[in-house]
């Protein structure tokens, strides 16, 4: 048996929030865009893993060998109908921008079709790091009691 | 731009209406060029889902023209479309709901991919002067009022998207 034995606050990512938040209160971490860039992508993703665990925990099952492995979509369409769209939408953007585009600012399509119109520009900084750090603690909140 | 507490009270003031059948003026609350008309009595009382049983009266083409009234690509539409991601009309009584009984003003519908498969994962609805705090509001405010009135799948596949919430200082 998989995941029964498994305590889902293993992967709780309060902690790794809580050091990230520390971090970006030094102005020489905050200055530095490759620290920015890891600290957003890991974000979206240490709550997705959180998610996942606690969504298999649940009973339910995704992809994969031991079909623990579950699309973001799942993921999002959970958190939206919490009413989290800004935090959504904000955390994954930026995750977009940091891991697929390498200027800064650069302009974002969130989709790989190119007609779609939507250019969203992004800016890597404090600023926007600040914005990712409290959607990601509001995700959070919701994910504890999920 | 609104204030926080100014949006707030334009939103609770719209229930209100809403809810205590208050007519502001007795014209159709759609431009005749969508192919759709709702009744004074309809306009009083406009909730989610009578905006969604109205809607239902009309043929697939008339929903999706007046959803391609809202969008910068029209091609977006047809995608959804094509793809069968959400339920046309509950999307069109979403936005209708959106601009009428919460008068709001949505700028364009588009949606976001997950770059590595390609897979759909949530259609976008861009809403004009709402900042980073109404932002937070209202996203909670419709997608309680989603679930409440049943449209679950609307509340997880559509995200509410506030533009200048987007801007961030600093650098």
Known sequence: MLGGAQDPEKL??????????????????VSDEVVIRRIISSVYF??????????YLKGLRGNGPLRDSFRFKVFNED?????????????????????HYTLNPTKVELTSQPWNKVKIEVKINDAV?????????????????? | MLTTKNFYIGIERSFQDAKNSVLLNNEPIYSSRLSMEFTTEQRAVLTLRQS?????????KDVITMLKHFTKAEEVIDYIVKLGFL?????????????????????????????????LLFVEIYIE???????????RIVKKQ????????VAGRVALICWEGLKTQRS
């Open chain 2, 52 to 60: 969604y049983n109205a809607l239902r009266k009309l043929e697939e």
């Open chain 1, 46 to 55: 240490a709550l997705f893993n959180y998610w996942s665990l606690k969504t």
């Open chain 2, 146 to 153: 989603l679930v409440s009135e049943g449209f679950d799948d």
């Open chain 1, 79 to 99: 958190l939206l109908k919490q009413g989290l769209d800004y935090a959504v939408f904000t955390i994954y953007s930026r995750r977009v921008a940091v891991d």
């Open chain 1, 129 to 146: 790091l600040e914005r990712v750090l409290n959607s990601a603690f509001d995700i959070l909140e919701y994910l504890e009691k999920y």
């Open chain 1, 12 to 29: 709780n990512p309060r902690k790794l929030l809580k050091y990230f938040l520390e971090l970006s209160k030094d102005r020489a971490n």
């Open chain 2, 87 to 119: 339920d046309l009309r509950k999307l069109a009584s979403l936005v209708v709901w959106l601009t009428n009984t919460l008068e709001l003003k949505v700028t364009d519908i588009s949606f976001a991919q997950d770059l590595e498969t390609g897979e």
């Open chain 2, 129 to 139: 002067d709402c900042g980073w705090d109404e932002w937070k509001l209202l996203s």
